[in-house]
């Protein structure tokens, strides 16, 4: 959990002098739901975010590597401006 708070803190960082965070979107694919500890790191992310004034669009891949895909593909359209993912599987997402 700690890590993915510093990695917020690192996308916060980097966004720091560009346009305000309320302008700012992370995108966020989890691998699952189902598992206590991914929705430790979901509260983690999201509450972290809106104190830094992000917003944050957190979906499931329900461990599927082809819908993590599919969900940063999804990113992408949507013109997020950061992409957090606990991944499925490295292999498979390197084109994304």
Known sequence: ????????ALVAALF??????AEKTIGV???SREHVFFN???ESL???AEKLGYKTV??????DINKQAN???DFIIQG??????APARVAGLEPG
């Not at 957190?58 to 461990?63: I, T, Y």
């Not at 997020?80 to 993912?85: E, G, H, T």
């Open 16 to 21: 720091a002098g560009s346009a305000p965070a």
């Open 71 to 73: 969900q940063l593909e």
């Open 29 to 31: 694919t989890l691998l």
């Open 40 to 42: 430790i790191i979901e």
């Open 58 to 63: 957190v979906v499931d891949s329900n461990m």
């Open 80 to 85: 997020v401006d950061a992409v957090i993912i």
């Open 46 to 48: 999201v509450g972290t």
């Open 1 to 8: 959990m700690r890590r993915m708070i510093v990695a917020l």
